[in-house]
């Protein structure tokens, strides 16, 4: 045992020597991804450890599910990464807590100035830029041709016939049902049910997230509404209850038309070699809807504020972002879209296939900002669950909805 | 004879040490925290009994101490009966009963890890196994821990599996307390071993009927792991558990003074249970004296 | 006395449905995902891909040195402890060995997860967050292993000790060279007993380490079966590979874990 200990001592000396001797700065990097987009990442940072010998980025993949516990609890331990994802969504929480690097003086105004300004107005609080963005993700819509063709909404040019507002994505559903039997829809019971629609058809429904004094906010009513508009489905035999990988599986295997998802899905039907079959849209709003709106969140760099900061580290970490930023044509692989505009615009970004078809997503995409917000997520999940299975009704959820925002608001 | 207590407590020291730092000390902090407000990041701030009037009126609070509880009794009468059960025919006139007896211990030495996601794999409602062999028998049911009154009974299922190994154990122990003579003299009156098992054996062990009954009762109530690795709580909440939104209100949201006022509330369950415990085990030290 | 067949037989069904799980976890990680997609009984060929695949890509090894350090630290640790702790509780006659005696007593009434967040508050305090001692130094101190071994000291002999004192031993003399020997068992026991506990644990080790790379066996494990990286191949052949070094040493242990479960299980 001593002997483990000692030669455990050794390796550890060796690996600190190696890390305080050689040249580059090395910077540690926390991901949250995995599968297809997991694997672009991975060749981006190798990528950029190649293509230069100053800085040498380390990548750690932790798991979706604990990403954010692990995260804060590192800021409190005070042995944070030097560089880490964050969602949009999440950054307001951080901000507040001063967990976060604030990056006027690290992020060069070219890059500003290059940068959608929404995308980077979503960053900004208080006047200090806090995150590089890398993307934005919305929700999309995929569908399954065969299916589609076997209803028949195909057209004399053997097109595939794709409904406009969600009032005709609803009764496409009805009608492959009947036709063949088969689901018109698939989606999975957490995020995708729970937040992502959830949100998506409360907004195109008319709801607001913000009260007139800018305070976060959810109208009952419309809330209640939404309960319903997704009920239907499930309560018709449209859909059925399943989980993430089960919703995935349905829609490839042919048992379900549609199937909505994040654009990242777009790198596991690639990865699958499904994509021949399956095509993608955005997600249709009401024909009442004014302004179209869609779920949409963005992944962005960040860098932790820590007991000791090193200021080669930040120079490194920033550096290492900003290349990302500018090689988010790669990162696009994975199905997200750019958020500089010299990246969309780009031959590399251009060609890259169906992008076009969904691309306007990223002008409706929205997430809400709102400190507080991993526990109205938590309640939207619990709640639209309960609904399609039968739990609760319509009108209980949206009630319980709006003391929970309340509370976590007040 | 002074000599004797300065070495008593000098052998004791570093123990209790230990146990004063990381035993005691917490628990006191844990008991001041509940009555406060505090995120990690700024100051605490003093609410008095605030938590626990929060705590009372949360009705996510009633519902995960309910889950804990249906669990408990989901999982504890079985684990006594199957436990018993076992026992008595391994113990019985059987052929390899030393190897059958390591299989079903087996598993409970395996992490909580490895027996979760194997058994998620077998609920799994796609392609799972269980899914498979039902269809074969006519049952179509796929729901498992996707449906909110299954899932609960499929983890306990699980934790049983996991588990029963400790209660055979025990009740093999005390098996083997039994004098043979008892039953020779049973079988002279002409009892049959159904009778045996039910009349003899059965108030037998009484003991070890309480001790499965308290050491089980204790480990389910203390459930989190299965639950945090094969539903996270859901679906619609129906199998999250008290310490795992303990766990969530103090690690996800930072909500260190409420998650410790729960704790506090757990901590006088486990201490109602202990004291049976407590009682048990004092009552088998005098017994030895 | 006569062995039934009959009962043998039917505990042996019994037994291979009870350990069905583990057989198809095993069976199962020779599938491609394919396979297991297409929900085909037995994989067409013994298909070791899976198997590269967690030691390519993953830090397999990793935890299951983490795992290894942390329990054999923890549990040489204990043992020390223990016995130190258990020798005045058992032996010594001296005024406050009945308040230590219910002092201890008392510790293995608080529940860990009770005193979880002040204990994570603490470590962090002590700057011990994902370090190995932040988990190895919390595992050492269980009272029950402590009135486990005082009970049998209590039991061993007078005639032993009082040889020793004629001749003039010290206490720590007489504890580790008369004591310990003759309480071998009991040591065994319960380090076998802490052993596996430590090496299972999830609920610390998942707060207390936050580096991926510190991850023990059953957390790193746990993240192969997140939601969104479903490869069941993949997770049933880490499962196989995880429960091998458990097995064996169940294998070699077992008596004395089972003794360990009975004694701490009947004086508890």
Same mark, same amino acid.
């Given at each position: ?410 | ?289 | ?73 923890? %549990? ?5 402890? %223990? ?186």
């Amino acid at each position: 045992m001593k002997k483990f200990f000692w030669v455990l001592v050794l390796c550890m000396t060796m690996l600190l020597s190696v890390v305080v001797f050689s040249k580059p700065v090395e910077i540690s990097f926390w991901t949250l991804f995995s599968g297809g987009e997991g694997h672009i990442m991975n060749n981006l940072v190798d990528e950029f450890n190649k293509s230069q010998d100053q800085v040498r980025v380390n990548q750690q993949a932790l798991d979706w599910g604990q990403y954010y516990s692990k995260l804060l609890a590192a800021m409190l331990a005070g042995n944070p990464p030097d560089l880490a994802i964050m969602h949009k969504s999440s950054l307001p929480d951080y901000v507040q807590r001063g967990t976060v690097l604030p990056l006027n003086n690290y992020m060069p105004n070219a890059l500003k100035q290059d940068y959608l300004q929404n995308i980077l107005q979503a960053v900004t609080f208080n006047g200090q830029i806090y995150a590089f963005p890398l993307d934005t993700h919305p929700l999309v819509l995929y569908y399954n041709k065969n299916v589609l063709k076997k209803a028949g909404f195909v057209d004399s040019k053997g097109q595939v016939i794709l409904p406009k507002t969600f009032e005709e994505f609803y009764s496409f559903c009805k009608q492959i049902k009947q036709k063949t039997g088969k689901y018109g829809l698939s989606i999975e019971d957490l995020n995708g049910l729970g937040e992502r629609l959830w949100l998506t058809i409360y907004r195109n429904l008319g709801g607001v997230l913000e009260d007139s004094k800018g305070n976060f906010y959810i109208d009952k009513a419309i809330a209640e509404k939404t309960y319903n508009e997704i009920l239907k489905f499930y309560k018709e035999g449209l859909t059925t209850y399943v989980n993430y990988d089960t919703a995935r599986a349905l829609l490839v295997s042919g048992e379900a038309a549609f199937n909505f998802d994040g654009v990242w899905a777009i790198a596991a039907f690639e990865d699958m070699g499904a994509l021949q079959d399956i095509g993608v849209m955005p997600v249709p709003a009401y024909s009442s809807t004014k302004v179209p709106y869609v779920w949409g969140d963005s992944h962005t760099l960040i860098i932790p504020k820590a007991p000791k900061m090193d200021e080669t580290k930040i120079k490194a970490a920033a550096t290492f972002a900003q290349w990302l930023v500018n090689h988010s044509y790669d990162w696009a692989k994975a199905g997200h879209l750019p958020v500089a505009k010299s990246v969309g615009q780009s031959t590399e970004f251009l060609k890259l296939s169906l992008r076009k078809d969904f691309i306007v997503s990223a002008e409706r995409a929205f997430v809400p900002q709102v400190k507080g917000w991993s526990q109205i997520q938590q309640k939207l999940l619990e709640l639209c669950q309960g609904v399609v299975l039968g739990k609760t009704t319509p009108q209980k959820a949206a009630e319980e909805l709006v003391t929970t925002v309340n509370q976590v608001t007040k | 004879m002074k000599k004797r207590a300065l070495n008593g407590y000098l052998f004791f020291l570093p123990f209790g040490l230990l146990y004063a730092v990381f035993l005691i000390y917490p628990l006191i902090q844990g008991f001041r925290m509940a009555f406060y407000e505090w995120d990690l990041f700024s100051a605490p701030k003093f609410i008095g009994l605030q938590n626990f009037s929060t705590m009372f009126n949360d009705p996510d609070f009633w519902r995960t101490l309910w889950h804990t509880i249906y669990f408990v009794i989901l999982t504890v009468p079985f684990l006594l009966i199957l436990g018993f059960l076992i026992a008595v025919l391994l113990n019985s006139r059987i052929y390899f009963g030393r190897v059958f007896r390591t299989l079903f211990f087996f598993p409970y030495v395996l992490s909580i890890t490895i027996v979760c996601s194997t058994w998620g794999f077998l609920y799994q409602p796609q392609f799972g196994i269980i899914s498979k062999i039902l269809k074969a028998v006519g049952i179509n049911y796929t729901g498992w821990l996707l449906n909110p009154s299954t899932a609960m009974p499929a983890i306990a299922l699980t934790t049983i599996w996991w588990t029963l190994g400790f209660s055979v154990i025990l009740y093999l122990a005390g098996l083997q307390e039994i004098s043979p003579t008892i039953y020779e003299a049973a079988a002279i009156d002409g009892a049959n071993s159904f009778q045996k098992t039910f009349l003899i054996t059965v108030p037998l062990l009484r003991r070890t009927h309480a001790l499965v009954l308290v050491l089980q009762t204790i480990a389910s109530l203390q459930i989190f792991g299965q639950v945090y690795i094969m539903t996270g709580g859901g679906p619609n909440g129906a199998t999250r558990v008290l310490i795992q939104y303990i766990y969530d209100q103090g690690f996800r949201y930072f909500k260190m003074g409420y998650a410790q006022a729960m704790a506090l509330f757990f901590f006088i369950i486990m201490f109602a249970v202990g004291i049976i415990q407590f009682r048990l085990m004092l009552r088998e030290g005098s017994d030895k004296d | 006395m006569k062995k039934s067949k009959l009962l043998t037989l039917i505990v042996f069904i019994f037994l291979l449905i009870y350990i069905f799980p583990l057989l198809w976890m095993i069976i199962s990680s020779f599938k491609t995902s394919l396979e297991i997609l297409t929900q085909k009984l037995l994989p067409s060929k013994l298909d070791f891909e899976n198997y590269s695949y967690i030691f390519k890509q993953s830090g397999v090894l990793r935890w299951f040195l983490n795992s290894s350090f942390i329990s054999l630290i923890s %549990t040489f640790g204990v043992v020390i402890i %223990t016995t130190l702790a258990a020798y005045p509780l058992g032996r010594l006659k001296f005024r406050g060995n009945k308040f230590l005696f219910y002092l201890t007593l008392a510790g293995i009434m608080i529940p860990l997860q009770a005193i979880m967040i002040p204990r994570y508050l603490l470590l962090r305090d002590l700057g011990l967050l994902n370090k190995y001692w932040g988990l190895i130094i919390p595992y050492m101190v269980n009272p029950m292993n402590i009135l486990i071994v005082a009970q049998f000291f209590k039991g061993i002999p007078n005639e032993f000790e009082e040889a020793a004192r004629i001749d003039g031993a010290s206490d720590l003399y007489i504890l580790f060279r008369v004591m310990v020997p003759l309480a071998r068992p009991a040591l065994a026991a319960i380090s076998v007993f802490s052993f596996v506990g430590i090496w299972n644990d999830f609920l610390w080790p998942l707060i207390v380490m936050t580096d991926q790379k510190m991850y023990t066996l059953p957390v790193g494990l746990a993240t192969f079966y997140g939601s969104y990286t479903m490869k069941y191949g993949v997770t049933m052949a880490g499962n196989v590979i995880a429960s091998l070094p458990i097995f064996i040493f169940f294998m070699i242990f077992q008596e004395q874990l089972i003794k360990g479960l009975t004694v701490g299980g009947l004086k508890e």
